[in-house]
């Protein structure tokens, strides 16, 4: 049963963090900002986890894991309470932020205390547990805000929202009677993150995989938008994250190598079917390069790369896995504010088209660089 609450827990954590972005449009229209501004205030959100996974690292082994959980149960609602009291383009950076800070605190101590929970012995089902948990509610809280507006028409108090205002408290308060199976240690907050040799090109396409999913998360909603597509963007976000989620067990079974390659092929031709469906404005094409994408990022690249600076660092796999998130949300925000600028003074279209281009042509560079370093992975993955 603890167990299971934790899970509950996690997900309404993540649950908050995409819930808003269907009315993205209609937080730019009420304070008047172009795109820069929406794709900057999606950035807030790095902004706030990164600081806090890099200086507050430890800070569930020092007083448990039961308080940042509820804390960032609370951060999630008090975000979203914000955008409804004041709706407009500064509460939304503020709101973003504070999400980022919840889902760090979250992250760093829900996953230790499911392994906790569940013994040593089932370290690995926890694990699957807390990634299913958190992909749903990742992908999770968008859908529901596009099913509530489709349901009530334009509205900027959802009935997602109110789900969650409700579930989130109460969700709180059970996390803090969780029985305690961990015991307080001397650690230190600050965790810097480390860099295992020989793992640059699964940092560089994590980088590259997740700023594909930025863009699908931030960008791409405004084009649905201008196409009267807006009310399918929960969907859109949805399958962005949940399909690779299903596409884990494939990878689990392919050699770390082989897992890479097949994203760097899956990341581009996704994006390239997405462009496709929003110049042609064919909903279908839309939704099958979000599901190529998503593939990539969060299924064969997501699965493969961690994995391996997991087997390079054996003795020091926590401050790896952060170095690889260094990469990956440096992709997941810089190139999606760049892309917003662009957007602003030439289009949104043609800023997914230079993004495009871009993308391709890194994507080779780093296929080619790393063909001729010989740079190879350790093992294959475990297929169990």
């Known amino acids: 049963m603890s167990a299971c609450l934790l899970a509950a827990g996690l997900f309404t954590v993540t649950f908050a963090v995409n819930l808003q972005a269907p009315l993205y449009d209609a937080y730019a229209a009420e304070s008047d900002v172009g795109a820069t501004a929406v794709t900057a205030a999606f950035a807030a959100y790095v902004g706030g986890l990164m600081p806090t996974l890099l200086l507050l690292g430890g800070l569930s082994d020092r007083i448990g894991r039961r308080g940042p959980i509820a804390l960032a149960l609370i951060l999630g609602a008090v975000a979203t309470a914000l955008l409804v009291q004041a709706p407009s383009w500064t509460s939304l950076v503020v709101a973003r932020f504070l999400l980022g800070i919840g889902t760090a605190l979250a992250t760093t101590s829900g996953a230790a205390y499911m392994t906790e929970i569940l013994g040593q012995d089932r370290a690995k089902g926890g694990a699957l547990v807390v990634t299913s948990a958190t992909s749903l ?190 990469y990956a949300y440096f992709g997941f925000s810089l190139p999606v504010i760049a892309s917003g600028a662009l957007a602003d003074m030439l289009g949104l279209f043609l800023a997914m088209v230079i993004f495009a281009t871009l993308q391709i042509a890194v994507t080779a560079i780093i296929v080619i660089t790393w063909k001729r370093t010989g740079v190879s992975p350790a093992v294959a993955l475990d297929a169990g």
């Open 137 to 326: 509610g990742f992908g999770g809280g968008a859908l529901a805000t596009g099913i509530s507006l489709g349901l009530q028409g334009p509205t900027l108090l959802p009935a997602s929202y109110i789900v969650l205002f409700v579930a989130a408290p109460v969700l709180a308060v059970i996390a803090l009677g969780l029985p305690r199976v961990d015991s307080a240690k001397p650690v230190s907050l600050l965790r810097l993150p480390v860099f295992p040799s020989g793992t640059w090109v699964f940092g560089a396409a994590m980088a590259l995989a997740w700023s594909t999913t930025g863009m699908t998360i931030a960008v791409v909603p405004l084009e649905l938008a201008a196409n009267d597509l807006g009310g399918w963007t929960g969907l859109v976000i949805f399958l962005a994250i949940f399909v690779g989620f299903l596409c884990q067990p494939i990878a689990r079974r392919m050699t770390n190598g082989d897992a890479l390659a097949l994203g760097f092929v899956l990341i581009p031709l996704g994006f390239l079917v997405l462009l496709a469906g929003v110049f042609f404005k064919v909903l279908a094409f839309v939704l099958a390069g979000t599901c190529i994408t998503s593939a990539a990022s969060y299924g064969f690249t997501y699965l493969a790369a961690l994995a391996e600076v997991s087997l390079r660092a054996p003795d020091d796999r926590a401050r790896a896995t952060a170095g690889l998130f260094v």
